[in-house]
Nanobody, 115 residues
Framework: QVQLVESGGGLVQPGESLRLSCAASGSILGIYAMGWYRQAPGNQRELVARITSSASTSYADFVKGRFTISRDNGKNTVYLQMNSLNAEDTAVYYC?????????WGKGTQVTVSS
């Protein structure tokens, strides 16, 4: 089993920043990729950013230039630095860990951008 602990969500004003963290523990040998997804009310869950074990990254078009994903392999932790947040970024953000044979999801952390 793999446990994922997400942190860093909260309420911010437009233009401000947040940093999300997701730490993986348990049977985590062979993590292939880690990533962040988000789901706003009434919408489907969507990819925000993803990083592989070789540090290859991919981003959704709507966050390019504003968000940065990074990973600490030694700590099995993935980060999402979110800058220039706007109201459309309001959602529950979920961490996803991809092993060779299984995928695990975190419980999510709420990000609310409002003035």
């Amino acid at each position: 089993q793999v446990q994922l602990v997400e942190s860093g969500g909260g309420l911010v004003q437009p233009g401000e920043s947040l940093r999300l963290s997701c730490a993986a523990s348990g049977s985590i040998l062979g993590i292939y990729a880690m990533g962040w997804y988000r789901q706003a009310p009434g919408n489907q869950r969507e990819l925000v950013a993803r990083i592989t074990s070789s540090a290859s990254t991919s981003y959704a078009d709507f966050v390019k230039g504003r968000f940065t994903i990074s990973r600490d392999n030694g700590k099995n932790t993935v980060y999402l630095q979110m800058n220039s947040l706007n109201a459309e970024d309001t959602a529950v953000y979920y961490c996803k860990v991809e092993l060779v044979l299984k995928t695990y999801w975190g419980k999510g952390t709420q990000v609310t951008v409002s003035s």
